[in-house]
């Protein structure tokens, strides 16, 4: 999922906004700031750093693994990575000078570069040109929360290195859960176009229909303001997205809450999240083995619990693993 470049408020100016919120009760200009807010707690109470210096985890190379890069970028020395436009915290998203990209998928692209002792160069991009970057060749991988799937498999080639969980989120205290299909009938839900998020809940309004229930009113908004903006005042009953973001908004609001959690994959399968390549391009090996050697090693733990993630964990990674059906 990516969501629109828009100017990011400081760290002070939106902890003063959800303050002002939490104190005054929702506004429409307070939602609008909300949208974009970078709170300093993350989901398991640790401490955000929202600043350029970000210290980040490192580990060291190994040459083994190093030696599985294509010699075309181990001659370059650079790893060019693809991930959205940054306004997803605490998956990608900028620093409080608005320009240094920082989050949970930067870190790990990093760790990614160490072992393969390799420069990483990010490039922040709209959703659909993630895609566009890959096919021409022009970026190396792809690390914006990308969900494995059977259909992208005949392009890509993945590995994994987080579960993919989706999180309903709602205003606090609305008092409904969601654990399946019946549970969005004839509600108002707002979703991300061309997402795994929206094919999941196309194929719930469709089950509701068999089943004799009302479809949900699917809303589609163009920024992370919008959306709660739209929750704020009542017009959606509910934002799907990545659990790391929506849990994240909740906690630094105190305003919304995650009212539910399910696999990005669907019922039968556990949906995971890959690094993503051009399909044959030699590359996904490089990254499985450096990916598994941060698991191994323990940075990776320590770049997950930086962002409140720790339940999102894989336990080692995997090359191409079954993904969310076609149908």
């Known amino acids: 999922m990516s969501l629109p470049r828009r100017a990011l408020v400081t760290a002070a100016a939106a902890l003063a906004a959800v303050l002002t919120l939490a104190a005054c009760g929702s506004s429409s200009d307070a939602a609008a700031d909300l949208g974009a807010a970078k709170g300093t707690t993350a989901p398991n109470g640790a401490t955000v750093n929202l600043t350029p210096q970000q210290n980040r985890v490192t580990t060291p190379k190994v040459d083994a693994l190093a030696a599985l890069v294509p010699e075309e970028i181990r001659k370059r020395g650079k790893l060019t990575v693809v991930d959205s436009l940054g306004t997803t915290p605490p998956l990608?998203?900028?620093?409080?000078?608005?320009?240094?990209?920082?989050?949970?998928?930067?870190?790990?692209?990093?760790?990614?570069?160490?072992?393969?002792?390799?420069?990483?160069?990010?490039?922040?991009?709209?959703?659909?040109?993630i895609f566009v970057g890959l096919d021409s060749g022009k970026y190396d991988v792809g690390i914006s929360n990308i969900t494995v799937t059977e259909a992208r498999k005949e392009k890509y080639d993945f590995a994994t290195y987080r579960l993919d969980i989706l999180g309903f989120e709602?205003?606090?205290?609305?008092?409904?859960?969601?654990?399946?299909?019946?549970?969005?009938?004839?509600?108002?839900?707002?979703?991300?176009?061309?997402?795994?998020?929206?094919?999941?809940?196309?194929?719930?309004?469709?089950e509701n229909v068999r089943?004799?229930?009302?479809?949900?009113?699917?809303?589609?908004?163009?920024?992370?303001?919008?959306?709660?903006?739209?929750?704020?005042?009542?017009?959606?009953?509910?934002?799907?997205?990545?659990?790391?973001?929506?849990?994240?908004?909740?906690?630094?609001?105190?305003?919304?809450?995650?009212?539910?959690?399910?696999?990005?994959?669907?019922?039968?399968?556990?949906?995971?999240?890959?690094?993503?390549?051009?399909k044959d391009n030699g590359l996904v090996g490089a990254l499985n083995g450096a990916i598994n050697e941060v698991i191994k090693n323990g940075t990776y733990g320590q770049v997950l619990k930086r962002w409140g993630l720790d339940a999102e964990a894989v336990q080692s990674s995997e090359i191409n693993p079954v993904g969310l059906p076609k149908t």
């Open 92 to 129: 990608d998203f900028y620093a409080n000078d608005d320009k240094t990209i920082i989050g949970v998928e930067p870190d790990i692209a990093s760790l990614i570069g160490n072992v393969l002792g390799l420069d990483v160069e990010f490039n922040p991009v709209s959703w659909e040109n």
């Open 170 to 206: 709602a205003k606090k205290g609305s008092g409904w859960k969601i654990t399946g299909a019946k549970d969005i009938a004839g509600r108002t839900v707002a979703v991300s176009s061309g997402t795994n998020q929206e094919k999941l809940l196309v194929a719930w309004n469709e």
């Open 211 to 278: 089943n004799g229930l009302k479809p949900a009113d699917i809303k589609y908004f163009q920024s992370s303001s919008d959306y709660y903006l739209a929750l704020s005042s009542g017009r959606i009953d509910i934002y799907v997205g990545p659990n790391p973001v929506t849990a994240f908004h909740a906690v630094q609001t105190g305003e919304t809450e995650v009212i539910g959690t399910y696999s990005g994959a669907g019922a039968e399968v556990l949906g995971k999240i890959g690094a993503t390549t051009r």
